[in-house]
């Protein structure tokens, strides 16, 4: 991450956060100088109005559709690279695919399932006919990579184990799950070409291959050196999100104090005992101490309605909130991999509350480190300025300070099981809240 810490190109996000032609964009971008040219630039700009999906996927984000959580705030996206840049002003004009995906999660996954199989779908079945229906009329780009990221929570002990056979592996794993992953692999191999003809969804693969299939890519996903490495680090930064909604949750209960007086004791809170400052969840945490309508998947946790299943409860409202940074790792590992010169995820969901969740940090644009493989968003929201103008801005550069950040840096990384004890910690504090 050093080249996106360096005051240069933190100066450039600050001035693409605020563009709002291709043209401040571009000026933004030239400031570095070419001296970053491992760099790739996307900010969505008012000005812009050319689409940058293809017309397979652009329909879909139009109201009302119900299903499409974007991670950028449009799809009217400007793409910043030097070597781009530097080809636009020899030709005038380039032309440059852009590949997408649509991540399923596990509820999507399950219904899917059922579909393959033939069982009922409840009372979201006509959503779900017409969501397949558009998925193989127009042939789009799918995953399940999310799904399977949200179920390494159950299997920790076989990923942590090592030394399993492939077929071992896969009958340790829960039966819902094994089926859930062989009807994925069949519903891919589904000819879309030929559902459009005559509207019959047959998979090309046998059961017996998709099975296969489905063996080989969860074995390779969570048994692989490099498969366990990436989960457990994303797994903390998921657990990390969970102690973070542990305290927000808390400290709004906790008291009828105002929204300022609430984020101060966040902010000390993130300091003392996260350890770790996240922005999203930040703006969330103010957000739902101004008011608690503000974020609805929130609205079920009072006190004195009990807290049975609710660290279940918090812990998947964590993963939803994972669910972007999800797609700042899908955005940087498919450069260059996918069918499109860039990628860009979308999130499929029929939670509205979740789509309620994501929309309180709107992201104008991204900048991402090819070599280094991280990335760093641009908010629509000015967080500073945001914190300005809500009394909190002190307490936020404290925050920020360098004596306060390397009082943080000096406890060392986080891991899996010290986070584990401070969520049973921080959630024993929040029960005795709730139930007093």
Known sequence: MEDLRQS?????????????SPSDAVLAWTSLQGRHSDLVGFVCLESYKRSALPLSIKKYTKSPIEYLVPYFETHHIYFLEDELLSDMFDSKEIKFGIDYT???????????NRLVRGEPLGKLQPKIITLVDEILNDDLNFDSLFYMVENVKDLLHLVESGGMSKM????????????????????????????????NPKPVFSYREAAKRAIDFSYD??????????????????????????GMVRIQLSSNRNAKNKMIEYFDYIHEVVG???????????????DRKNVEIF?????????????????????????????????????????GRYFIPMFISFDKKLRNLLSLYPVKGAVYSKSESTLLPIPKINTMEYFRHHGCDKKL???????????????????????????????SILRKLLTA
């Open 221 to 246: 996903f969570y048994m692989s050196k490099a498969g366990k490495e990436h989960l457990v680090e994303f797994l903390i930064i998921q657990r990390l999100i969970l102690l973070q909604l542990i």
């Open 102 to 112: 649509l991540m399923f999660d596990t509820n999507i996954a399950s219904y899917i």
């Open 299 to 339: 609205h079920k946790i009072q006190k004195g309605r009990g807290t049975i299943r609710l660290l279940k409860q918090l812990d998947n409202i964590a993963w939803d909130m994972a669910s972007p940074r999800f797609m700042e790792k899908l955005i940087v590992a498919m450069n260059g991999i996918g069918e």
């Open 8 to 20: 240069s190109v933190q100066e450039c996000l600050s001035r693409l956060s605020i563009a709002e």
């Open 276 to 290: 770790a400052y996240f922005d999203r969840e930040s703006i969330v945490a103010h957000k739902y101490f101004l």
């Open 168 to 199: 071992s592996f896969w009958k340790s794993l829960n039966k819902d799950f094994r089926n859930n992953l062989i009807s994925l692999q069949l519903f891919s191999s589904i000819d879309c070409k030929e559902y459009k003809k005559n509207c």
């Open 397 to 427: 550069e404290y925050l920020y300070s360098e004596p306060i950040k390397s009082e943080r840096m000096a406890r060392g990384k986080p891991t899996r099981k010290s986070v584990h004890k401070l969520i049973k910690q921080e959630y």
